[in-house]
């Protein structure tokens, strides 16, 4: 099977443009990253994928001005000139018109540092420790038009320690998302997952024992 042509679009460094970069070098992977797209010009991550040898472009978004539609419209341009069949975000730093969502329903992801359906948008490990939950993570998904809501495709968790930082569990929850979008990407571009009444479904199992518990009693 050929290999599906992905393009990324970014507003920052690139931490799981890199993952997924990575990821894509294996040979038996499905998924080629062709392009890399930054609405925010001079964005950290356009470097990496240019050192990575990957094209870039920039459509930056600002000139636009609330015309959201009218930004995403040249985008998509873009994307289709490159004969691109999926889309991943990846520190995306735009709300997605309905629109632009449409043309791309079904082949766009996200990822979300949370286990959705909690902790949607922004904030989340604030949050999470505010509210003293014992497990969190991160979650891939489609993306619908309503935010952080699209079907789950695989999500990975972490256990919360009672002395946690925002940025030490921010750091623990990245490691996790580096794992977790390369490997949903995989799933989608090889076929094996499937979209039904709202739902992702995979041929994939869980992880060998299927549990997380936290904390544990040793």
Known sequence: MARRRVAILISGRGSNMTALIEAARAKDYPADIVLVISNIAGAGGLAKAQDAGIETATVESKPFGKDREAFERKLHDVLVA?????????????????????????RML???????????????????????????????????????????????AVAVRDDDTVEILAARVLGVEHQIYPDSLQLVASG??????GLCKTDASGSPDDSLISPAVI
């Open 192 to 197: 094996r997952t499937r979209l039904e009444n």
């Open 110 to 156: 996200n990822i979300h540092p949370a286990l959705l359906p909690s902790y949607r948008g922004l904030h989340t490990h604030e949050r999470a420790l505010a509210d003293g939950v014992k497990i969190h993570g991160a979650t891939v998904h489609f993306v619908v038009p309503e935010m952080d809501s699209g079907p789950i495709v695989m999500q990975g």
């Open 82 to 106: 490159h004969d691109i069949e999926l889309v991943c975000l990846a520190g995306f730093l735009r709300l997605l018109t309905p629109w632009f969502v449409k043309q791309w329903e079904g």
